[in-house]
Each structure stands twice: as structure tokens, then as C-alpha cells.
């Protein structure tokens, strides 16, 4: 079975400063991968998704995230971040089974702090 | 630009009342997806619905949870009879299986029992 982990359950860093979130996934076939961002009190809003090509992929709000099939890992970068960026972050991989059926599994997020 | 709605975004109801959530996914999408959130459990996945049919609903505590399709422009979640337990943030997302894999959220519903 598909499974996701985000190592960092809380990262601060400060406005102006550069960001790498983790993420890792299990799964045997080729992922796809995503970002979503949630802020307090709302849903979730993709800020990304990989699905092949190239492994480098832009998103919205500055964000990119980078896929490494050798190191099982996602990470998601913004090189300086901003007030508005405090959220939580959710990874997430789409397993495709043998009948077509996705299941769309995310971890357990990553809590990011903003300071000045 | 297309969203998922949600209603109610709000509920409070005391325990062994029945609760429906609606959902209404955006227009072409084929596949709707249920999860719960809660700070403890984070989000798991209830259900799933593919061209209105369940796919998979492991998730979900059978002998109080149901979902359902009417028709693809509704997809309700109810919960009979409902526990505290089940306080959390509900959400469905919509996607479509073919094109680009992403799927978008609603809002949510908020449940409170008491």
C-alpha cells in the first residue's frame, strides 16, 4: 500500500528566509505527487502536482517541489517565503491500482511558522 | 473559477441525531473523494466514488456512516446516530480520472456533536 511521510511536524523560519519541506512516499509503481496547502479554519488548495516529465515542477504562490524516484522523495521549496506562506502543508500520492481505481493518500502535514 | 460546495459549513447537533453533509462536485468531474479531519487523526479517507459508483469506503465506520450519489451532482455523507466522536472537519474533493489527477477541496463542514 501507498503511504506518504512528512518528517517535520513543525518548521519555523523567518520571512525572507528560504524553505524546503520534506516529504517521502512509498509506493511501487510511478507516483503522483502532490502539494496542498491548508490555512486555519480552511480547505485544502493545491499548490502543485507531479505526474511525469520533468521532475522540477512549478506551482502557484512561488512554490516548486522537486521529484527524486532514487530518494522516494517530493520536497517542496520556496526560495523566500512570506507572512501570508504560514500554513499547514500537505503531501499527498495518488496509487493507481491494477483496476483503475485512485486512492488519494496524504501525511500527516507539516505545520509552518512565520516569524519577522 | 470551479469549486466544490459544501453544506452545511457548519453543524451542531447532540448525540444520536442524524447528520447529512452534501457536496456538490465541480461539473465533469467523476470522481469524489470523502475524508475527515481531525487534529489527532489528521485526514483520513471515508470514501470514494468513481462515475457515482463506491470504489472504496473501507474508511468508514459502517454501521453508522453512509454515502451516497444521487446523482453527479450530489454527493451526501450521513452519520446515524451520531457520537461525539465524530466531531471533526468533513471534506470532499472532485477530481476526473484521465485528465491531470488534481483534485479540489471544499470548504468543509464543521461537525460538532454534543
Known amino acids: 500500500a501507498q503511504s506518504v511521510t512528512q518528517p517535520d511536524i513543525h518548521i519555523t523560519v523567518s520571512e525572507g528566509a528560504s524553505l524546503e519541506l520534506r516529504c517521502n512516499y512509498s509506493?511501487?509503481?510511478?507516483?503522483?505527487l502532490f502539494w496542498y496547502v491548508q490555512s486555519p479554519g480552511q480547505g485544502l488548495q493545491l499548490l502543485l502536482k507531479?505526474?511525469?516529465?520533468?521532475?522540477l515542477v512549478q506551482g502557484i504562490k512561488g512554490f516548486e517541489a522537486e521529484f527524486k524516484r532514487s530518494q522516494s522523495s517530493f520536497n517542496l521549496r520556496k526560495p523566500s517565503v512570506h507572512w501570508s506562506d504560514a500554513a499547514e502543508y500537505f503531501c499527498?500520492?495518488?496509487?493507481?491500482?491494477?483496476?483503475?481505481?485512485?486512492?488519494?493518500?496524504f501525511g500527516t502535514g507539516t505545520r509552518l511558522t512565520i516569524i519577522p | 473559477d470551479a469549486r466544490v460546495t459544501q453544506t452545511p459549513r457548519h453543524k451542531v447537533t447532540e448525540m444520536g441525531q442524524e447528520v447529512t453533509m452534501r457536496c456538490q462536485p465541480i461539473?465533469?468531474?467523476?470522481?469524489v473523494f470523502w475524508y475527515r479531519q481531525t487534529m489527532m487523526q489528521g485526514l483520513e479517507l471515508l470514501a470514494y466514488?468513481?462515475?457515482?459508483?463506491?470504489?472504496?469506503d473501507s474508511g468508514m465506520p459502517k454501521d453508522r456512516f453512509s454515502a451516497e450519489m444521487p446523482d453527479a451532482t450530489l454527493a451526501t455523507l450521513k452519520i446515524q446516530p451520531s457520537e461525539p466522536r465524530d466531531s471533526a472537519v468533513y471534506f470532499c474533493?472532485?477530481?476526473?480520472?484521465?485528465?491531470?489527477?488534481?483534485?479540489?477541496f471544499g470548504s468543509g463542514t464543521r461537525l460538532t456533536v454534543v
Open positions: 474533493a472532485s477530481g476526473f480520472l484521465g485528465g491531470d489527477y488534481g483534485y479540489t
Open positions: 509506493y511501487g509503481a510511478t507516483p503522483y
Open positions: 507531479y505526474f511525469s516529465g520533468d521532475t
Open positions: 499527498a500520492v495518488v496509487a493507481i491500482s491494477n483496476f483503475g481505481n485512485e486512492k488519494l493518500t
Open positions: 461539473l465533469g468531474h467523476n470522481t
Open positions: 466514488f468513481r462515475n457515482r459508483a463506491p470504489l472504496d
